[in-house]
């Protein structure tokens, strides 16, 4: 079972460079989203999407885009890193009926120098 | 502002000994409650859930109470094994939300031999 799948695992970026962490899921559900986690915190929520074609705005939005073409891949795209962009980045999944458990993939470890 | 709050940052038992990890919501929409899990350098793992309309949801070793009025959910664990340590989340969502979670900062669950 590969469940949720995120690559890369770890990636050092300069400031002002772009890069996109991708995921996919196998299990065709319908939602998928993008958290990230500060040291300390919890987790917060980049951007969702409810099926193909469809995304929109979680918490802490800026500095990133996303799209979603497939049910299966949801990709997130870093454009222009900043330093506050430092932090570990979990895509996840789910089916969507109300409280049906979301599945994360294993992270993402980004440094921005 | 916090929505969703666990206000123990970490937590050291016993083997064999009770766990209990609590956590406070004020958003009165949330209508699903769940636990994670979280090992080093892995995503988290969905735990146990429970719905508003329970007081009450159990699984094995764990429980979670819900208590409504008091917008305050707690995970009891019993019995405490080591391999249970590890940060545990508080999430919750609403229905109208498109199920997005809401999590808190985590509680660091030491278990000792």
């Known amino acids: 079972n590969a469940g949720v799948t995120q690559t890369p695992k770890f990636r050092i970026l300069k400031i002002g460079q772009s890069m996109t962490l991708q995921c996919t899921q196998d299990?065709?559900?319908?939602?998928m989203y993008w958290y990230r986690q500060d040291p300390g915190m919890g987790l917060k929520l980049i951007y969702y999407?409810?099926?193909?074609?469809?995304?929109d705005k979680g918490e802490v939005p800026n500095g990133y885009n996303v799209s979603r073409s497939t049910t299966e891949d949801f990709p997130l795209r870093l454009e222009l890193a900043a330093p506050s962009q430092t932090s570990v980045y979990f895509c996840?999944?789910?089916?969507?009926?109300?409280?049906?458990?979301?599945?994360f993939g294993e992270g993402s470890w980004l440094t921005v120098v | 502002d916090q929505q969703v709050k666990q206000n123990s940052p970490s937590l050291s038992v016993q083997e064999g000994r009770i766990s209990i990890l609590n956590c406070d919501y004020t958003?009165?929409?949330?209508?699903?409650f769940l636990w994670y899990k979280k090992y080093p350098a892995e995503g988290p793992t969905f735990l146990i859930s429970?719905?508003?309309?329970?007081d009450k949801n159990e699984d094995g070793r764990f429980t979670v109470f819900l208590n409504k009025s008091a917008k305050h959910l707690s995970l009891h664990i019993v019995p405490s094994q080591p391999g249970d340590s590890a940060v545990y989340f508080c999430?919750?969502?609403?229905?109208?939300?498109?199920?997005?979670?809401?999590f808190g900062k985590g509680t660091l669950l030491t278990v000792n031999p």
């Open positions: 996840a999944s789910n089916q969507g009926p109300p409280g049906n458990t979301i599945y």
């Open positions: 299990m065709n559900h319908n939602y």
């Open positions: 999407s409810v099926g193909a074609g469809i995304t």
């Open positions: 958003n009165s929409m949330f209508d699903y």
């Open positions: 429970i719905s508003s309309i329970k």
């Open positions: 999430a919750a969502s609403d229905g109208g939300s498109n199920y997005k979670l809401t």
